[in-house]
């Protein structure tokens, strides 16, 4: 009996995932089909499938693009490697929850006594509530200490400059200009400096950031510096790689 083969959009329908989704991990390497029908369409064997769904239950932990990738191609060790990761950050997430809600609670007994909580109180929360959403204690530190070392007027900078670029990324997604052509690959590659520049280089943090963006949206995440076809675009800026020479 022949196995059956699927179109990405037979594949994107039967999956819940869109085709944009399907080709830009085709396009990144991370799930290519592996056959062609007699008219040229690329075709999805059952492996493809069956590697789809390891891909999909990562995602799902929060794993990056770039570890699962590494994960499924190599000899099972990294994968339980990248398992062992996800589930110490859990575990501080946990954590982290943990002291939010024995925060909150104080709150409210406060709120429950007819008391107004302490200033104290109200920023133990807000931190607590930061870090639980976004960030482990480690980083949210790191990234407090930065921008605490770049004062106000280095903070606004950061930001002036990151909306300016995503203001020429939005009207390159507006024209459809290729993400491959250079001013498109000189305006990612600043994008890229710039985070970098504001996380101070800290590849944990910056990692948490963009994680944060895609969890939230764009909009939100970044308070409207960013949209969601600017952000788009810029990922497949990304994903054309503009530091590859």
Avoid at 2 to 30: M, S, Y
Avoid at 178 to 201: H, Y
């Amino acid at each position: 009996m022949t196995e059956r083969r699927w179109k990405i959009g037979e594949l994107a329908a039967a999956t819940g995932l869109t085709v944009r989704t399907l080709r830009h991990f085709h396009q990144i390497g991370l799930l290519c089909p592996s056959e062609r029908s007699a008219a040229g369409h690329r075709l999805y064997t059952g492996d493809d499938v069956r590697r789809l769904y390891r891909i999909l239950a990562l995602r799902e932990l929060r794993v990056s693009l770039g570890e699962i990738a590494d994960a499924l191609d190599g000899d099972g060790g990294d994968l339980r490697s990248v398992l062992v990761r996800q589930l110490d950050q859990v575990e501080r997430q946990v954590a982290l929850h943990s002291t939010l809600r024995r925060r909150l609670r104080s709150l409210d007994g406060s709120l429950s006594r007819a008391r107004e909580p302490s200033i104290d109180q109200l920023i133990d929360a807000m931190e607590a509530t930061m870090q639980a959403k976004n960030f482990t204690d480690e980083q949210f530190a790191r990234l407090r200490q930065r921008h605490e070392q770049a004062g106000e007027e280095g903070f606004a900078r950061w930001r002036q400059r990151m909306a300016e670029l995503a203001d020429r990324l939005a009207g390159h997604a507006e024209r459809a200009t290729d993400p491959a052509d250079p001013e498109v690959q000189e305006l990612a590659r600043e994008w890229s400096e710039t985070v970098v520049e504001m996380t101070g280089d800290d590849r944990s943090v910056l990692s948490a950031l963009y994680a944060k963006i895609d969890r939230q949206g764009p909009e939100t995440a970044t308070k409207g510096v960013l949209t969601t076809p600017a952000w788009d675009y810029l990922r497949r800026a990304f994903a054309v790689g503009f530091g590859r020479t």
